[in-house]
Structures are given as C-alpha cells and as structure tokens.
C-alpha cells in the first residue's frame, strides 16, 4: 500500500494506484422454485423436536388440568312481577298493559289551551259519526259552553302573547273538555237531558261522549284520581316498589328508591327485605296465585367473541380497528390495565352461554354445572356468592342489597319497560344551583309551561310580566359613592335558603321562600310551573343542589309497547347541571361612582 507523504504528491495524483471506493448493498429475496404457495403456507417444521424442547424449556407443559367445555347445563328459577306498590300508597295488582315507567311517571294532563282544543275538534268528531245535523250539533256545542264553562283564570301555565290571540280567535268556541271528562257519564247524562233535545238526538249524545272518553284514555296514560305520586320533591325522584311472585315460599321485594334518570332499567332497583309467602290477602293483588317456574337448559357453551380478540388461527389476522398495543395505561389506571390483560390474556378462557330472560320477571340463578371434553363435571358458583359484608365480593349485573347483612343471591331482573322512547321539546324545565356570593340556592324556570300549550322561554316570559330590571339611577353630583338598600332578581329565579332539619342542631335542608320586599308574595313573584310549585312549606334535601347543580325537566314521551299500541304520557328527569350561578343580589350594596372618561 503506497504511502503520502511529501515527496511522493505524483504517486498520489497516479490514478492507476488510487481509485475511488464505491460501497453498496444488496437484498437478500427469497426465490420461489415454484408457482404456487401451499407448501410455503403450510409452514412445516423441519425439527419438530427443537420445538418440543422450547416448548419445555418455557414451561409450556406444565399441566393445569384445564379442558374445554363442551356442555352446560343451567337450573334456574323465574318469578313474575305480581305487585306494585306506588310511594306513599297501598300495593294493586302489576299491569301488564303499560311500560312500567308510564306506570311511574304519568301525570294528569295540563288543562291549557291545547287539550281544550283537542276536546272540542274530537266531540265534533263524533257528533258527526253519530249523525246528527249539524244545527243539532251546533246547538250541543254551545250548550256545552253553558255547562261547562272554560274559566281562562285556571288555565295551567303562562298566559304569554300566543295565549291571548289564541283565546281572541277560538275562546268563543271552547269549553272545558276536561271537567267534561270527569264528569261522564253521571253527571254529564243529566245535563244532557236538559239540553232540549230529542230522546233519540240525547242518546246519541251520550254515546259521543263515552266515545270522547274513549278516545281520550287511548290518547294519554294518566293516573286515577286516588293513585298517589311517585314524585318526593325533597328527593327530586320517583319512588316506588315492586314484589314478585312466591319463589322457595318466600316473596322478593324489589325497591327502586332513587329513579329519575328518565330511562327505567334493572339498574334502579335494589332487592329488598323478603317475606314469607302469606297467599296474598290485599286487595290489590294476589300474590300466592302466581308460582315461581323452574327450568333447566342444557347447550354448548361458545366462546366470547369481540372486536379486537387474539385469534387461534396461525394465518388468521385481527381486526385492524381495535389495536389494544395503542392503549396508553399509567400505573393507576388498574380498571385499563385489568381490561387489557383480559382482552390479551385470559379471553380464551370465557365462553358465553345463551340465556333468554323473560321480561317482567326476576331470574335467580340455581346453578351450573359444566362438563369438559375430559368428562369432568364442575358446579360453577356465583362469583358474588356470600354475605353483602364479604369484602371478596364481586358482582357487576347483580342487584344492589337494600338490606345490610343478608345473604347474596345471584338475580336478573328484566323490568317491563321500553328500550327507548320519542321526547318532545321540555315544557317546563327547571335549574337549581347554589349561589355562594348571596349564600343561597336558586329555582330558575328556564322554561315555563304556556297556557296555549308548549313550552316558553321563562326568562322572556319574567320581563313580559314584571318587565326588565331597572337600571341604577344617576348619583348626585359630586359623589364619589352609591348606596343600594338591596339588589332585585329576575322574576323566573325563586330563592331557597337552609333551615335546620327538625331535631337536629347541624344538620340542613333547602326552604323555598321568597324576597322580603316582596308583597303580596303570591301575587308578585308567581311560580309557573309545577316542578316547584309543591304544597307550602317547599322543601329540598341539601344534597339535591350540589355544586354542579341539578336540572328537572318535564316533557311528553310516547313509545310503543309490545302490543303494538302507543303510549303517551307526561314525566320528569334531572339532569347534572353546569355549576353555580350569580344571582346578582346584594344588600347594603356600596360602591364607589365611576366617573366619566374625559
């Protein structure tokens, strides 16, 4: 190898001695010999006892007495919902003709404008099928105006704009629709006969009416006269109860002490004391004619399947839409990390065995016996077997324990209610928060029930009727400060402030009260609706407003239940709400005067 140094410059220069270095790289390809690949794909091993002695050597022999199921065989109990018991009411026999949250949730109809007008349209409907003329029905119609009067003091909700030009063109036409209603047929069938009509035109009358009141009971689902609410206003929540028919000689109670979500499933009930199977005796319902069934199901378990799962196939590929090594889990998020150890790991381990529940019924689990392909039989125990205090314990569908201390039992329950249901727009709605700087809490009717039918902006509706807040009037000439006696609100807010719960010194509940400038209270500050407008004195429960706040809405829902027919009733829901409020209201309010920007 030659060498540079200072005398040898032309040896350096002699291109036949120095010649540039070029490097590169080649891939290494496999060249298939042949055309088609099944061979290649078979992957066949050319040393099956290297594999055996890896296998060995990561312990992959090791027995775990583990075969694969391939019977099951499941004894359970099935008991149907016989009771219903509302809040504050005697126990009646369980509809099976309504979803159970219609049962729940119905409210009288308003009497406003729209179900007035719906009235009138449906009796002229059926004066017609009947045949009368229509002189005859126009003379009917006015003599119901006579005798049931439509009083525009008693309509339910606000009198806005939309009500009054409404009642300018159509209050000369009605007449109360709904005192009608309750009126038929006793009392209505003698103001008929009073009406001067022929006895063939009063038949026809009465049976127009009944058709009315037919029409109107398959329009709405609303409650008797002597059902009790399920509404606590303290609570902000329906409140009910259900029992089930004798199973083992002993009734179940299922209580559902806190449903207000607006979608009623098996989540909102707890099981409740039980009690030994009497025969029934209430009138309402009896409980001892109805027996638990007993069934047993023998299938082949199979195994879970989701989106994602690690396949035992060698060339089979998962779903590219769920990548479990794109999931970010910190040290403390042990919810994550136990679902992807699942989802990795142990997901081979789960079979899935059908199990059609029937609705309006309680299932409780008896037992499981599964076989293996080894011919081994194992009785698969709940995993949230044992005492409710039993710390072990584990269960996700599980019903919660009402009662402290009891034996657990394995139980599903179907409730009878719809998967979903339409909702119209709220007509009325409600927000509760608390309002640190006054130290109170407030009732904002955002939305207000009008007389004409729907709902209104409440905040509208406030300056319609007590018009905007003053502005602060002018200091006086050379103050530098402006005193206020007090701040007033916006009409739509109602105040609620803490008094001490009877018999205690610490602990305190909301009371609905008003400003104290305020007079007459009933007539200067009107609460519209009916979510707050409970008997006098008003009174929440403290933790009912929390920081976030609370939102309660009332609307209209219609779903269709399993018989094909359609259901429309009128319920309530709350909602979290988004934080506290400032109401504005001060006293002895002292501020220095801002002087104008020269």
């Known amino acids: 190898m030659a060498i540079l140094t200072t005398g040898n410059e032309a040896l350096f220069l002699d291109s036949r001695i120095f010649q540039p270095a070029i490097r590169g790289w080649n891939r290494l390809e496999g060249r298939p010999r042949a055309v088609e690949f099944d061979r ?50 005697d126990p009646v026999e369980f509809p099976e003709t309504l979803p159970l949250e219609t049962l729940v949730e119905r409210e009288p109809v308003p009497s406003d404008l729209a179900a007035h007008r719906q009235m009138l349209r449906a009796m002229r409907r059926a004066l017609q099928a009947e045949g009368l003329p229509p002189a005859t029905r126009q003379a009917v119609l006015a003599a119901y ?26 209050g000369a ?27 063939a035109d009063a038949a026809a009358v009465k049976r127009a009416a009944r058709a009315v009141q037919a029409w109107f009971a398959d329009l709405y689902s609303v409650p008797d ?13 329906y409140q009910f109860a259900c029992e089930t028919a004798p199973l083992d000689g002993t009734v ?14 098996w989540y909102a009930f707890d099981l409740g004391a039980t009690r030994d199977n009497d025969g029934g005796g209430d009138a309402g319902g009896d409980a001892g004619s109805t027996e638990a069934e007993h069934k047993t199901l023998s299938f082949i378990p199979a195994a879970i399947s989701y989106a994602g799962i690690p396949n035992p196939r060698y060339w089979q590929f998962e779903d590219r839409h769920v990548e479990f090594a794109d999931i970010t889990a910190g040290t403390t998020d042990v919810a ?38 080894f011919g081994e039989r194992t009785l698969v125990r709940a995993a949230g077997r044992g005492p409710d205090a039993l710390w072990q314990r584990w269960s996700m569908y599980d019903l919660s324990q009402a009662v402290p201390g009891r034996d657990t039992r394995t139980a599903l329950l179907v409730p009878p209610t719809t998967p979903t249901a339409l909702r119209a727009p709220p007509i009325e709605r409600v927000v509760l928060l608390r309002d640190e700087m006054a130290n109170m809490a407030w009732a904002v009717e955002k939305v207000v029930p009008s007389a004409a039918g729907p709902g209104i902006d409440g905040y509208a509706y406030a ?21 206020r006696l007090g701040a007033d609100v916006t009409w739509n807010w109602h105040p609620f402030i803490p008094v001490h719960v009877p018999g205690s010194s610490r602990s305190v509940r909301l009371q609905r009260a008003r400003l104290p400038h305020e007079e007459p209270p009933a007539a200067s ?11 006098t004195p008003f009174f929440l429960n403290e933790e009912e407003v929390p920081r976030a706040g609370r939102v309660v809405t009332r609307e209209f829902r219609r779903a269709r239940w399993k018989d094909g027919s359609v259901v429309l009733w009128i319920g309530r829901r709350t909602l979290t709400g988004r934080g506290e409020g400032s109401s504005g209201l001060v006293f002895d309010d002292l501020r220095p005067v801002q002087k104008p920007s020269s």
Request: aromatic fraction near 8%.
């Open 336 to 373: 994550k990390l136990l679902l992807m150890e699942f989802a990795l790991v142990a997901s081979n381990d789960w079979c899935v065995i059908p199990l059609e529940l029937a609705a309006n019924a309680l299932t409780r689990i008896e037992g499981l016996l599964v076989t293996d392909v």
């Open 525 to 535: 500050r009107p609460i519209v609706g009916r979510i707050i407008a409970g008997p």
């Open 40 to 89: 290649s794909l078979r992957a066949e091993v050319r040393d099956a006892m290297w594999f055996l002695t890896r296998q060995w050597q990561f312990g992959e022999f090791r027995g775990e007495d583990a075969g694969s199921p391939i019977d099951a065989r499941l004894a359970y109990a099935t008991a149907k919902l016989v009771r219903y018991l509302p809040r504050g009411g």
């Open 225 to 237: 006269a002597a059902s009790p609410s399920t509404w606590s206003d303290p609570q902000l929540e």
């Open 145 to 170: 105006r006579t005798a049931y009067p439509l009083d525009v003091t008693k309509l339910a909700g606000a009198v806005d704009g939309e009500t009054r030009r409404l009642l300018l063109f159509e």
């Open 463 to 483: 300056d319609a009727i007590a018009g905007p807040l003053p502005p602060e009037p002018d200091a006086a000439p050379g103050a530098e400060v402006r005193y």
């Open 173 to 199: 036409h009605l007449f109360d629709g709904l005192a009608l209603l309750a009126d038929t047929p006793a009392g209505h069938d003698g103001k008929v006969d009073g009406f001067g009509l022929s006895a």
């Open 252 to 265: 179940e109670t299922l209580l559902a002490p806190s449903y207000a979500q607006g979608h009623l499933d």
